[in-house]
RNA sequence: UCCGCGAUAGCUCAAUGGUAGAGCAUGCGGCUGUUAACCGCAGGGCUGUAGGUUCGAGUCCUACUCGCGGAGCCA
């Protein structure tokens, strides 16, 4: 048995392939059967008289995602999708598939979302399963290049991280509530201060109502910690990592691209240096814009937009009103009022894809910002150990790993970049 | 939580307040190079639910349910 993706090498062979039918059409004498295995798309002829009668007819039985097995001999087609096809001389039923649901035509999102399991079989699916995949190896890959290592965070966490977001909450036996984790970057902290340099990547889960387009309840984090960085140096990471990945999938998976229609001249741009503007020169860029914006308050998804749409790359904003950040993150010594924090966003609206900051290392300072957020001392003296014992400078951040995959593969929307989306309406199927 | 929009055949959508329609899918037939193939025929509906207005409601009104998008919050 060959697969689709390796027929190149056995051009004029006979070969035999299994798979699923994605699509038939027939002229009488000649039928073409389209196959799909996973690996690519392969049309196979068969021609009445190059293969016994009964097989001829067993095609017509064939419907829409019929698993079957085809031999044939393989030879170049610049006709035929992919390139090659397949002279059929023998054919096998491996199992029907009566009145498949998802059709050829066009179909709303609530179906095709209702039907997901399914919908993944599709081309564009595949294609954007195929990057996701590809960015998760360029990622692992870029940190344990660069001396990280990989440190996994707990998911049922005793308390909220950051104190903000709603969590969803389980009982926990008799020590009462736990909560899934909404960012493994305090343990990532520990780690850093264990191994010097870390990441984690695994599932986090919000319970915010947020009905969006870039939002999911749960998603994929990727989040880097490094002890001796500071905000310089975490930009400095953020952005040859994000380069790394862009110029990753435009190597590796132009079919892919070029199947999701992806325009690939913006990402190409994606090289560093990336232009890196503070909190108060992106105010002045919205105010330029119209924007009737007042100091001190958060971006929003059209304030981002309009900020990005000002470079061709992503942008790093930095120095927000440490106000409207979290508790960890360190005050910058020349200006209080701002925190060390940085946001990128990308390009092409899609907003937010990665925020970070360098973490206040110092413990009386540290506690002060837990008294004014109001969040339990009790839960974070294991935290401030950290700072007891041989403190040191160090930053991290947060990159969303659907809101990459959306944005490198220009999606509509956040719930076509993970195989099952949870929102707040749907945890089916 | 708030603000908009929507719900008609398996799917995508039409239908001035006056007999509920098309394309795709499905079934049958035709075609030796098709590219979401094409051509012909056929089956397929309690118009989201419950009320109301009207001689008459898919269409107008009210409530509810479900969904979609946006705000807030964030990755």
């Known amino acids: 048995m060959v697969y689709i993706k390796d027929l190149s090498k056995h051009v004029g062979e006979e070969v035999t392939l299994k798979g699923w039918l994605y699509n038939k059409r027939s002229s009488g004498k000649i039928k073409f059967l389209i196959l799909r295995d996973g690996t690519g798309y392969l049309q196979c002829v068969a021609f009445k008289g190059n293969l016994p009668e009964?097989?001829?007819?067993l095609a017509d039985t064939f419907s829409q995602e019929t698993s079957f097995e085809v031999t044939g001999k393989v030879k170049e087609e610049k006709r035929a999708v992919g390139g090659y096809e397949l002279d059929v001389t023998d054919l096998d039923l491996i199992s029907a598939a009566e009145n498949y649901p998802i059709t050829p035509k066009e179909h709303g999102v609530e179906f095709l979302i209702d039907h997901r399991h399914l919908w993944i079989r599709s081309q564009r699916q595949v294609a954007i399963l195929k990057i996701r995949h590809r960015i998760v190896k360029a990622i692992r890959d870029f940190f344990d290049d660069r001396g990280f290592t990989?440190?996994?965070p707990p998911i049922l966490t005793p308390n909220?991280?950051?104190?903000?977001?709603?969590l969803f909450e389980t009982e926990y036996f008799d020590l009462g509530k736990a909560y899934l984790t909404q960012s493994g970057q305090l343990y990532a902290e520990?780690?850093?201060?264990?191994?010097?340099?870390?990441?984690?990547?695994?599932?986090t889960f919000r319970a915010e109502k947020s009905k969006t387009r870039r939002h999911l309840t749960e998603f994929w984090m990727v989040e880097p910690e490094a002890a001796f960085f500071d905000l310089n140096d975490d930009m400095d990471l953020a952005e040859e990592f994000?380069?790394?990945?862009?110029?990753?999938v435009l190597k590796d998976n132009q079919e892919d691209l070029k199947i999701l229609e992806r325009d690939t001249s913006t990402l190409e741009k994606v090289k560093r240096p990336f232009p890196r503007i503070s909190y108060d020169e992106a105010v002045a860029i919205l105010k330029e814009n119209g924007v009737d914006f007042e100091w001190g308050n958060d971006f929003g998804g059209g304030d981002e937009t309009i900020i990005s749409s000002k470079f061709d790359r992503p942008v790093m904003v930095h120095r927000y009103p440490s106000e409207i950040k979290a508790f960890y993150m360190k005050r910058d010594p020349d200006n209080p009022k701002v925190a060390l924090a940085v946001d990128v966003l990308a390009p092409e609206g899609y907003g937010e894809i990665i925020g970070g900051s360098q973490r206040e290392d110092n413990l009386d300072l540290l506690l002060q910002r837990i008294k004014e957020h109001e969040l339990p001392q009790e839960f974070f003296e294991w935290y401030l150990d950290l700072r007891r014992y041989g403190s040191v400078p160090h930053a991290g951040f947060g990159l969303g790993l659907e809101r990459t995959v959306?944005?490198?593969?220009?999606?509509?929307?956040?719930r076509e970049a993970i195989p099952f989306p949870r929102m707040i309406y749907r945890n089916t199927p």
């Open 54 to 57: 009964e097989k001829f007819e």
């Open 160 to 166: 909220a991280c950051e104190g903000t977001s709603t």
């Open 190 to 203: 520990a780690g850093a201060m264990a191994l010097g340099k870390v990441y984690t990547f695994g599932p």
């Open 150 to 152: 990989l440190f996994d």
């Open 242 to 248: 994000l380069e790394y990945i862009v110029q990753t």
């Open 406 to 414: 959306s944005w490198i593969c220009g999606l509509e929307h956040l």
